[in-house]
């Protein structure tokens, strides 16, 4: 208790001590610093028996034999033989170790593939992160949209968002605990390579994830007590601490994944020579920071959107059900929104891979993973289909969208049309007698489609289509009033024009009539292309929509069938989620760490791309069954049992 | 409060089956396209001893299309030059002479070896990494990782090259064993080692590297005949004529000549009765 006194004089506070509150924070304070105190005493080096693995040494009962000896009392302290190793480092010598090469015996049996349990484990881990640490930012965006409107149904909704993210916070922590102990248990050598290449920063991560929780509870749990005035201020900056976190602690594991991939910060041999800054800015550190943030979104906005859809399909009020049709449009607008700009984030990455071994970039599109990029079509076509068609029958809810509806067959039948170009493969395994049925290894006409400029034209018109249903679906509730409406929409149809073409003509000419290096070149025109209709698009709408005149718009009054279109998309992100994160672990081929520290674990091929969508299904399958268990969780609690009559 | 539960349970049941329905067609697809998996590098053991030039060149064959990864780029896409294409003699031949060849070697067999060693002693004009105007190679030195081909592969790599146009080989058979480092561990090493005779019928496979052009247990190749429904077809001693006397009888729908024409002189006579045993077995 002294302690606490000496801590309360030192603040000042001694005088208001009380054994509520003040002592609570006094507490949590000594705990923090004795956490502080503890880690900077802490030895982070490697312990014998991880020495042991790092220098190959077999006999591990050698390493961990007594280095005391027994003497009696009183008696002279005897002289301890040298127990120093030879393959032991010393402490000099520590810091320019190679990586471990284990050899297939060295990797634990269980009688289960290795890579299954962990694969399993860490996409759980990864769904149910990405979803906490999304939900977050567009939940501050969507508190902050209230405050300035001062429309408390914003306040209602972010609440009830976090609400659903709560449940899904404390599942991430159990298996992200699951998915430590299964990789240690399971892959000792290279988790004791990581922990010696990322050293003290696994401990910030963790303080990291403290920061979290508590931000995470104190701005849910203050939602209700920080709702008015300057205290709501308070609360908005209590949301941006949790996302400045909340983003740091998804860099720092980024970091992992991305020394996998592409080491940096250390030697060919593996031997750290870098600082820990080194080693996380590696070339794929931050495209990759900035697809998952991206990614993240879309993911987050998803699955909000199918809570919204569950609520509105079990709604039995009109009231109930105009709420989560409004909720449900706002979710799948902010997982379109940030699906956009996805497909580039996802150039930028594999031109940084490209960049940094075009071995690597070769494997993962036109190797032996370019199969899975025709899955990757079905999957992304399955999104734009059903978010648009989600926005067609949004259309419904007002009057003004019957100006619009005669341009819906044409925007289903571009996205039709290139969905089929996208999914066309290009190389097919044939037999000898196909072949020669076929005359060559490709097909005359479907050959050329299979290629990456088709592909390349059919998925910047696809996103473009979107687009426009979505402009489409923004303006039809609303009647411009400027006087230069008409100028306006022709620069609009000019810029779509000129986009369109632009596209197809640098992808036909470029991608079919001159060498690689200008096909390359011709997607960053089409991107342009494409990001600059999205632009403008905004842009122009912005300032032709400011004082427009509103069409009322019947909240509720959309089909169920559409609420359905609301679950396709997280089930199709979160399959797509998973192939990518297959692609992307498997780029490495047989390295833990590329180039640096080998695989020679029965699992150290590339599956094949039929048993990786099996696993793909599992995990998808048992994620769903949690999102499901969420929601339901979610709407217990509003439930309240009536107080039972008094017995007769 | 019954029938909102009932009803919540309704919408579940048709959530979780409409989920399960679309997830399913998901995974049809993955099943329904060409299932390939991308095999771990394997060390290959050499038989120094039963070597001779074209087993060698055999390997280096194997290695352009597998260990060494050379098709990967080297192929008809365009993103590095098409060895199969150029004749690499020839093409070394007038590199070395051009004024932006920067390296040391004088003959064919050098540049070949300088160009897997030191890509960066001549870029190929147009095949330079972006940006570097190219001065700067992508090709990765294939003797660092990640692609560790050992010296002997490495000669075998340019053996190969050097034959496949009709050039003579310049390079030597390597008469022994490198010297191993005495401390290293063998199987941490890419070395080769000397080989006892095999003793399955898959590493027979493995040694004359059947499954490069035959559909053979996982592996997959339409250049010969499936053999592993090949027991159903031949009798024994029509599968051992087709290994020793490949020309013999050839299968339709596929060219004389492919098959080399020389195990009869490089299998000995266990491996060869392996083989035949094994697949006969295979009536699939």
Known sequence: ?648 | MKIMARCRGHVLLNILAFSLALTLVFTLVANILPQVEGEAPQDEEVDLGALTMDSFISMGESIFSGKGTCTLCHNSLGRAPDMLVLNMVETANERIKDERYQGKATTAEDYLRESMLEPGAYVVKGFGKKGSNDTISPMPVVIKAPILLSDIEVDALIAYLQVKDGNEVTIALPAEAPEQDAEAEPEATEAVAVATPVKTAEEAINKYFCAACHTIQESESPVGPNLNNVGSRLSVAEIRQSIIEPNAVIAEGFAEGMMPQDFSQKMTVSELELLVEFLASKKQ
Request: net charge neutral; charged share 10%; proline share 4%.
């Open chain 1, 1 to 648: 208790m002294s302690l606490l006194n000496n801590l309360f004089v030192l603040f000042g506070k001694r005088n208001n001590f009380t054994p509520g509150g003040t002592r609570l924070k006094a507490i949590s304070f000594l705990l923090l610093a004795l956490l502080f105190v503890t880690a900077s005493q802490f030895d982070f080096s490697l312990d014998p028996i991880q020495q042991a693995y790092a220098a190959d040494v077999d006999d591990v009962a050698e390493i961990t034999k007594p280095v005391g000896q027994v003497h009696v009392e009183g008696d002279p302290e005897p002289v301890l033989e040298e127990t120093q190793l030879e393959n032991t480092p010393t402490e000099e010598t520590n810091e320019l170790l190679a990586a471990p090469q284990p050899k297939r015996k060295d990797y634990p049996n269980i009688g289960v593939s290795s890579r299954s349990i962990v694969w399993i484990i860490a996409q759980m881990h990864l769904y149910l992160a990405a979803f906490v640490l999304a939900v977050p930012l567009f939940v501050l965006v969507i508190e902050w949209v209230g405050v300035r409107t001062k429309d408390e149904r914003y306040d209602d909704m972010a609440h009830e968002f976090m609400k659903i993210s709560m449940t899904a916070y404390s599942l991430t922590a159990l298996f992200g605990g699951a998915l430590a102990f299964a990789l240690f248990l399971l892959y000792p050598q290279f988790m004791a390579y990581m922990m010696r290449v990322f050293n003290t920063q696994t401990l910030v991560y963790a303080f990291l994830f403290f920061a979290e929780s508590a931000c995470l509870y104190i701005y849910y749990y203050s939602w209700n007590a920080l709702r008015y005035g300057d205290r709501k201020y308070v609360h908005l900056t209590l949301g941006l601490l949790l996302n400045v976190v909340g983003t740091t602690l998804l860099v720092v594991a980024n970091s992992w994944a991305t020394f996998m991939m592409a080491p940096s910060g250390v030697s060919e041999a593996g031997a750290v020579t870098g600082s820990i800054w080194e080693i996380m800015k590696g070339p794929l550190w931050n495209p990759i920071n900035l697809h998952r943030f991206i990614a993240n979104i879309a993911f987050g906005g998803a699955v909000v959107g199918a809570y919204a859809a569950y609520k509105f399909l079990s709604a039995k009020t009109q009231e109930a059900k105009a709420h989560y049709d409004w909720m449900g449009y706002t979710a799948n607008f902010i997982a379109i929104l940030a699906f956009l700009p996805l497909p580039f984030a996802g150039y930028w990455l594999m031109a940084e891979i490209y960049a940094y071994s075009q071995q690597m970039g070769i494997t993962a599109m036109g190797g032996i993973l370019a199969w899975l990029f025709i899955v990757q079509a079905v999957l992304i076509g399955t999104i734009l289909l059903a978010g648009n068609y989600y926005l067609w029958s949004g259309m419904s809810r007002t009057e003004g969208s019957q100006r619009y509806t005669w341009m819906i067959k044409y925007i289903a039948f571009v996205l039709v049309t290139c969905f089929l170009v996208w999914v066309t493969p290009h190389t097919l395994i044939l037999s000898a007698a196909e072949m020669k049925t076929l005359g060559g290894s490709h097909h005359h006409l479907l050959g050329p489609l299979g290629i990456m400029p088709a592909k390349n034209i059919a998925v910047n018109l696809m996103l473009i289509a979107t687009f426009l249903s979505f402009q489409l679906y923004r303006r039809a509730d609303k009647v411009a009033t400027v006087s230069w409406e008409k100028a306006g929409n022709a620069l609009m149809v000019a810029i779509y024009a000129v986009a369109i073409i632009n596209i197809i003509f640098a992808g036909v000419y470029y991608g079919y009539f001159t060498n690689t290096v200008y096909k390359v070149g011709s997607s960053v025109m089409q991107v342009a292309s494409t990001l600059l209709v999205i632009i403008s698009g905004v842009i122009i709408d912005a300032f032709m929509y400011k004082d427009a005149k509103p069409i009322p718009a019947v909240w509720g009054k959309i089909s169920n069938r559409a609420q359905y279109a609301l679950f396709a998309l997280p089930v199709a992100f979160t399959w797509l989620m998973a192939l990518m994160g297959y692609v992307r672990s498997s780029v490495r081929t047989h390295w833990h760490v590329y180039t640096v520290m080998k695989d020679n674990s029965p699992d150290n091929f590339i599956p094949a791309i039929g048993y990786a969508g099996n696993m793909l299904t599992i995990v998808t399958i048992m994620f769903l069954l949690i999102v499901l268990f969420i929601f339901w969780i979610a709407s217990l609690g509003e439930s309240r049992q009536k107080i039972p009559e008094a017995a007769a």
